[in-house]
């Protein structure tokens, strides 16, 4: 259980602004604190409704769940950054984030459920990764923290940089790609640009050419589906061997695409926290 504190520094605020104005909370993560009795000032339990005065404390208990349908499987992780609130993780290519058909015990939440085997935990994740891109994954270790992670996201104020092996070389080492991105007619999981989509945009930037290849950064201001995929692939640089928009895709070749720094504002401190996660690309291709 998370315990969060605030003192009061001057004289009759209510709880419920506290909990509005100084932890931007959730109405949800209210409610669970209201059920659980997790609201305290100076050691009693109290309502929003509570006033407070100057030199008053107020500690907010979050509750937590388990995952009950999340089956705990033993298996390496590779910790980038932890504190009480946060959990950031390199998820390597090929592993799924959450179970699935065919993958009910091989995820990275199988894995972090058996991290926390011992004590109450719910695997929620702010960036979800598809399983054949590797890179950095946050992981909020309470509900308030998802609740500000989710908000955070929505406001676009977290910031994401990919690295990505695309097929050719670029006709422009920089630039910015503003295409709409829809789901194309027939299929669950492919990707295409079309002005019935919903808004995307995508900054790259060359890094390096590889023989006839281009390691590229790109940073996303937008988080759709497939959006660098559908981009890189829209502009004439598909990534290199991905088996839905690369027409020239080698049979049993992975492609090569990785989140490798994240920039946040921590849930509690409310400071910046950089992530980042080494990448290293197959020169040869992949």
């Known amino acids: 259980m998370r315990k969060l504190e605030f003192t009061a520094k001057t004289d009759n605020i209510s709880v419920k602004s506290v909990l509005k104005n100084e932890f ?3 109405s949800s993560v209210i409610t669970a604190l209201k059920t659980s009795g997790g609201i305290l000032v100076n050691g009693e339990n109290v309502t929003v409704r509570k006033i407070m005065n100057t030199g008053d404390v107020l500690e907010l208990l979050i ?3 388990q995952s009950e349908n999340i089956a705990k499987t033993q298996g390496e992780i590779d910790i980038l950054y932890e504190d009480e609130d946060i959990l950031c993780v390199n998820k390597p290519a090929g592993m799924p984030t959450h179970p699935s058909q065919n993958h009910y015990n091989d995820t990275l939440a199988n894995y972090v459920c058996w991290y926390y ?14 399983s054949y891109t590797s890179g950095i994954v946050i992981i909020a270790k309470n509900m308030y923290s998802a609740s500000f992670l989710c908000t955070e996201s ?9 690295y990505a092996l ?5 006709k422009t080492k920089k630039g ?11 299929s669950t999981i492919k990707r295409e640009v079309s002005p019935q989509g919903k808004y995307a945009e995508t900054n790259y930037e060359l890094i390096e050419e590889i023989g006839d290849n281009s390691l590229v950064k790109l940073n996303l201001k937008t988080g759709r589906t497939h959006q660098i995929r559908v981009h890189m692939a829209y502009i004439g640089n598909p990534l290199l061997n991905d088996f839905l928009y690369d027409d020239k895709a080698e049979s049993g070749k992975q492609f090569f695409l990785h989140c490798g720094k994240i920039s946040f504002v921590h849930p509690c401190t409310k400071k910046q926290i950089i992530v ?5 690309a197959n020169k040869n291709g992949m």
């Open 24 to 26: 931007n909370m959730a």
């Open 154 to 162: 929505f406001r676009k104020t977290i910031e994401k940089t990919y």
């Open 63 to 65: 509750p937590e769940t």
């Open 176 to 186: 910015t790609v503003i295409q709409n991105i829809a789901r194309c007619d027939g």
């Open 166 to 170: 695309c097929r050719g070389k670029l």
């Open 276 to 280: 980042e996660a080494p990448f290293y």
């Open 117 to 130: 085997k011992d004590i109450p935990f719910t695997f929620r994740v702010s960036n979800r990764l598809d």
